[in-house]
């Protein structure tokens, strides 16, 4: 199998929820949620893609890295690579029932832990999005991270401990799908959440705690103070609110304030080894992959999964080579032209 075909089979079968465009940038499906677009105008998610593009690399070959060191410990997680699986649920309402939700999250999931990493997992309005997650980390423990929605916070710590039963390495929320309207009206609220709900929700769980979807500083500094082990620099793909700006934007004013402090993670238009580069020469520790994995997951299952992840990877070997960048713990922001 190669990548071309996983691409044309993902075409197929989506039928047109996603087109499979030669960029993944959000300019055909903006307004498409569901679906793989995004919210309104579909700014987010475009300024996702415009921003990282417009930063430069330096290429620099007059030295003697020609091996350089991309495995690396987040979270106390062993990873062939700072690049993590991101959470996608919703198969049947967003990705044309192109799979089931148990076929796809085992399909990213073991994709992931072929290539050497981890991948995270969805929740929703049905019990199956979640509980698909928790079954997939029970057949490869360890290599699954569930993010809760920011549902009500004994629930969120009912459900971490599933996953940390289940032999989730962390669990998670997206807090910044506080205003959901598809979880209210199906009964099951969601909202924003306090330093203190925070707090709590550390105090009562017993593996490291992920929180998806931070854009400010003063958020960051929250879930620092809070505990919190890791954030996401997340606006989930352009899928929670239309304007904001590019991840890739507030990475580094964020990564300055709180790093060392917090494991900071980032997503968004992330499409190959130069992004990845990109992002963590700008703060990050490493990035989680949206919607390159899921086309892979459609169309190869875990194969094409995998061949994803590896096509990155073996981009980020290329570019820390020619530019002169030894180990993905310590890249220069002077890689940045
Ligand atoms: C169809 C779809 C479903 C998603 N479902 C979830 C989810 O259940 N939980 C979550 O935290 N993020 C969810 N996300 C957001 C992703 O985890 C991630 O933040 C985003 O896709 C990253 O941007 P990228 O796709 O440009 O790489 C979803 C994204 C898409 C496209």
């Given at each position: 199998m190669d990548l071309q075909t996983v691409r044309k089979m993902a075409k197929e079968k989506l039928g047109g929820v996603c087109r499979v465009c030669p960029v993944c940038n959000g300019v055909v499906c903006a307004g498409?949620?569901?679906?793989?677009?995004?919210?309104?105008?579909?700014?987010?998610?475009?300024?996702n893609v415009q921003a990282l593009a417009e930063f430069k690399l330096n290429l620099r070959t007059v030295h003697d890295i020609s091996n350089p060191k991309l495995s690396c410990s987040i979270l106390g997680m062993e990873l062939a690579a700072p690049i993590?699986?991101?959470?996608?649920?919703?198969?049947?309402?967003?990705?044309?029932?192109?799979?089931?939700?148990?076929?796809?999250?085992?399909?990213?999931?073991?994709?992931?832990?072929?290539?050497?990493t981890v991948c995270m997992t969805g929740d929703g309005p049905k019990p199956q999005f979640f509980e698909a997650g928790i079954s997939a980390v029970k057949e490869n423990p360890g290599f699954g991270i569930p993010i809760i929605k920011p549902r009500e916070t004994a629930k969120i710590i009912e459900m971490a401990n599933l996953a940390a039963e289940a032999g989730a390495p962390a669990f998670g929320i997206d807090i910044d799908a506080a205003a959901l309207v598809n979880m209210t009206?199906?009964?099951?609220?969601?909202?924003?959440?306090?330093?203190?709900d925070l707090e709590y929700i550390k105090k009562n769980t017993t593996i490291p705690?992920?929180?998806?979807?931070?854009?400010?500083?003063?958020?960051?500094?929250?879930?620092?103070?809070?505990?919190?082990?890791?954030i996401v620099v997340s606006n989930h793909g352009g899928r929670a609110l239309d304007h904001t700006p590019a991840t890739a934007e507030v990475l580094p004013y964020i990564a300055e304030a709180v790093k060392n402090r917090i494991t900071v993670l980032v997503d968004g238009g992330i499409r190959s080894g130069a992004d990845v580069l990109k992002m963590l020469a700008l703060g990050a520790d490493a990035v989680l992959l949206g919607r390159p994995l899921a086309i892979g997951a459609i169309g190869g299952n875990s194969e094409g999964a995998a061949l994803v992840v590896n096509k990155v990877i073996s981009e980020l070997r290329t570019a820390m080579i020619l530019t002169g960048s030894a180990d993905v713990s310590n890249i220069s922001e002077e890689v940045i032209w």
């Amino acid at each position: 199998m190669d990548l071309q075909t996983v691409r044309k089979m993902a075409k197929e079968k989506l039928g047109g929820v996603c087109r499979v465009c030669p960029v993944c940038n959000g300019v055909v499906c903006a307004g498409e949620v569901p679906g793989m677009g995004s919210l309104g105008t579909g700014a987010s998610f475009k300024n996702n893609v415009q921003a990282l593009a417009e930063f430069k690399l330096n290429l620099r070959t007059v030295h003697d890295i020609s091996n350089p060191k991309l495995s690396c410990s987040i979270l106390g997680m062993e990873l062939a690579a700072p690049i993590i699986g991101a959470a996608i649920a919703g198969v049947a309402l967003n990705l044309n029932a192109a799979m089931t939700e148990e076929e796809y999250t085992a399909a990213v999931i073991g994709g992931c832990r072929q290539a050497g990493t981890v991948c995270m997992t969805g929740d929703g309005p049905k019990p199956q999005f979640f509980e698909a997650g928790i079954s997939a980390v029970k057949e490869n423990p360890g290599f699954g991270i569930p993010i809760i929605k920011p549902r009500e916070t004994a629930k969120i710590i009912e459900m971490a401990n599933l996953a940390a039963e289940a032999g989730a390495p962390a669990f998670g929320i997206d807090i910044d799908a506080a205003a959901l309207v598809n979880m209210t009206n199906a009964g099951q609220p969601v909202s924003p959440k306090t330093q203190a709900d925070l707090e709590y929700i550390k105090k009562n769980t017993t593996i490291p705690f992920i929180v998806k979807g931070i854009m400010t500083i003063d958020e960051a500094e929250a879930c620092c103070a809070a505990g919190v082990d890791a954030i996401v620099v997340s606006n989930h793909g352009g899928r929670a609110l239309d304007h904001t700006p590019a991840t890739a934007e507030v990475l580094p004013y964020i990564a300055e304030a709180v790093k060392n402090r917090i494991t900071v993670l980032v997503d968004g238009g992330i499409r190959s080894g130069a992004d990845v580069l990109k992002m963590l020469a700008l703060g990050a520790d490493a990035v989680l992959l949206g919607r390159p994995l899921a086309i892979g997951a459609i169309g190869g299952n875990s194969e094409g999964a995998a061949l994803v992840v590896n096509k990155v990877i073996s981009e980020l070997r290329t570019a820390m080579i020619l530019t002169g960048s030894a180990d993905v713990s310590n890249i220069s922001e002077e890689v940045i032209w």
